[in-house]
């Protein structure tokens, strides 16, 4: 009886350090690692094949937003996006050329400073869009070239004004505000929602591009609040009401803490531990919803049935999940080379290890399992890198 008192006194106090480790990281962690979001990867070799540099994709500057007001974004970005990743991408794992590229498009839109504006500051679908489409890529590629070519001091000071810029006008960041009753997010702040987690990227890079250490900490307070509004299975309320698309969202938003995470400890900040109260309220806690969903699909029929804004996947018993979509699994890269020995990892071994009978789900997993440190994703929308370069441990 003892020895069970002392062991739970020290699991109190350790999970009472862990939150406050978070608090302190919350409101005090600085830059200590300016204009580096993620470390060129030199020692993997390149991220992807450099694109065919001789006829080199026209990504013009466009100058508004118009995205649909229901379901969806501004499709023209994502193409932008796409074309912008060919040199992005070779960029980051070291091909100096792939990065004078970067450097030329990026200058291109600074000098337009598009897009000037959005239809409105508070359009979901525009500030989505600039964020996941423009600025979250556009900043790492940034911090990306700058590690291998020169800028000259007139080009950065106009990179990053535009760069303050646009993330002003992409600003989501949803604070103070919470669903209302009628919805299975009541009570939940609109700050754990994954538009609002995206834009708080977004203001994390500016902060370490500028070394500005109050946009770097903007990012920890919707970290905390997906963290600490998940249910106590995993789901995250926000994310799981969305039809046939819940477990697609919660994949996308298990990204996008994932990106917080990353960058925050390439800054010197664990913060992959974060457990609120110690009431097991944690990232671990996510994974081990994804992991039960895919061996019983229907935890999260109750849930998805409210078909919030579920797009074309209007079969809440059939949830879109793609096994090859990096921004519904890319996490997983970075959560499996960190946590290798976590029982949540453990489970995904015996299916590797014994795969017949497994369902499309669970196979899913086991890929991606096989695939660590092979096979890039190439897509990089919800991940901001490519996942298979820049997630691993």
Same mark, same amino acid.
């Given at each position: ?18 939150? +406050? +480790? ?36 026209? =990504?013009?500057?466009? #100058? ?10 501004? +499709? ?24 004078? =590229?970067?450097? @030329? ?29 423009? %600025?979250?890529?556009? /900043?790492?590629?940034?911090?990306? *070239? ?8 007139? #080009? ?20 103070? $505000? ?11 702040? /609109? ?22 250490? @109050? ?8 970290? #905390?609040? *997906? ?5 106590? %299975? ?57 992991? +039960?969903?895919?061996?019983?699909? $229907? ?5 998805? @049935? $409210? ?38 990892? @453990? ?28 096979? /890039? ?8 890198? #490519? ?7």
């Amino acid at each position: 009886m003892k020895k069970l008192l002392i062991i739970f006194v020290l699991l109190f106090f350790t999970n009472l350090s862990l939150a +406050d +480790d978070f608090k302190s990281i919350k409101k005090k962690a600085t830059v200590s690692n300016p204009k580096i979001i993620f470390p060129i990867q030199t020692n993997k070799g390149e991220c992807s094949e450099p694109a065919y540099h001789a006829f080199v994709q026209k =990504i013009e500057p466009i #100058e508004k937003l118009d995205a649909p007001t229901g379901y969806g974004l501004d +499709d023209r970005f994502d193409q932008v996006r796409s074309k912008f990743e060919q040199y992005s991408i070779p960029c980051s794992g070291g091909n100096v050329q792939s990065c004078e =590229i970067v450097k @030329k498009i990026i200058l291109k839109w600074a000098k337009a400073d598009a897009p000037k504006r959005l239809k409105s500051g508070d359009l979901w679908n525009d500030t989505l869009t600039i964020n996941l489409h423009i %600025n979250n890529p556009m /900043m790492s590629a940034y911090s990306f *070239a700058r590690q291998l070519i020169e800028f000259a001091s007139e #080009e950065e000071k106009l990179i990053e004004e535009w760069f303050t810029r646009t993330v002003k006008r992409g600003e989501h960041l949803m604070y103070g $505000e919470k669903y209302g009753d009628g919805t299975g997010a009541r009570g939940v702040p /609109m700050s754990a929602h994954n538009h609002a987690l995206s834009s708080a990227i977004s203001h994390m890079q500016l902060g370490i591009i500028l070394n500005d250490n @109050k946009l770097f900490r903007k990012a920890f307070k919707n970290y #905390e609040h *997906a963290i600490r509004y998940q249910r106590k %299975n995993g789901s995250l309320p926000i994310e799981v009401r969305r039809g046939g698309r819940a477990m697609f969202y919660q994949g996308r938003a298990m990204n996008v803490l994932t990106v917080i995470a990353i960058i925050a400890e390439h800054q010197g900040y664990n913060i992959w531990e974060y457990d609120h109260k110690g009431k097991g309220k944690n990232f671990h806690n996510l994974v081990k919803f994804f992991i +039960d969903f895919t061996e019983n699909n $229907e935890i999260v029929f109750k849930y998805a @049935k $409210e078909m919030k804004a579920p797009g074309p996947a209007k079969d809440y018993k059939n949830q879109d999940l793609k096994i090859r979509r990096s921004s519904n699994w890319g996490w997983f890269y970075a959560y499996a080379t960190r946590f290798p020995n976590h029982e949540n990892i @453990k489970r995904i071994e015996q299916w590797v290890k014994n795969p017949e009978g497994l369902n499309k789900y669970q196979l899913g997993f086991v890929r991606h399992y096989n695939n660590i440190g092979k096979r /890039m994703f190439g897509d990089a929308s919800w991940t901001v890198v #490519e996942a298979n370069c820049h997630f691993l441990k």
